[in-house]
């Protein structure tokens, strides 16, 4: 009887820790899996890639940064080329003009610190850089 109530509990503890897992594992929006994050830009420039390359890769993952002011001087410190930076900036400012909606923080999505954004339906032209 008593070896029946332990093996109940062992199931019972395999069942929630597999769970926690699962749970742990999903709670990374799917949304954030496209995106292309600042933390993964700032390591793209360490490995010393091109800031053409970044930006390529910036306006292919179709990612919005919405970047508060302590978070540009940090990544200005940190040695991110001035280009990659403007272009990070100029996501948001040519996104909010095409997609009013992005001035709601309810249409953001924060992760590692940083807020992110994906319009659906939103063209290539809206990564495109101009002359």
């Given at each position: ?43 793209l ?56 909606s992005?001035s ?28």
């Amino acid at each position: 009887m008593q070896r029946l109530i332990v093996d109940k509990w062992r199931l019972l503890l395999a069942v929630l820790v597999s769970g926690t897992g699962l749970i742990s594992c999903s709670s990374q929006p799917s949304s954030v899996s496209s995106f292309l994050t600042v933390p993964q830009i700032v390591a793209l420039s360490r490995k010393g890639v091109p800031a053409d390359e970044i930006i390529e890769k910036i306006q292919r993952s179709h990612t919005v940064y919405r970047l508060l002011p302590n978070q540009i001087e940090n990544l200005k410190r940190n040695g991110l080329p001035a280009r990659v930076l403007r272009y990070l900036q100029k996501t948001y400012r040519k996104a909010l003009l095409q997609y009013p909606s992005l001035s709601d923080w309810d249409n953001w999505t924060l992760y590692e610190g940083y807020w992110y954004a994906s319009p659906s339906g939103a063209g290539p032209d809206l990564w495109l850089e101009e002359p």
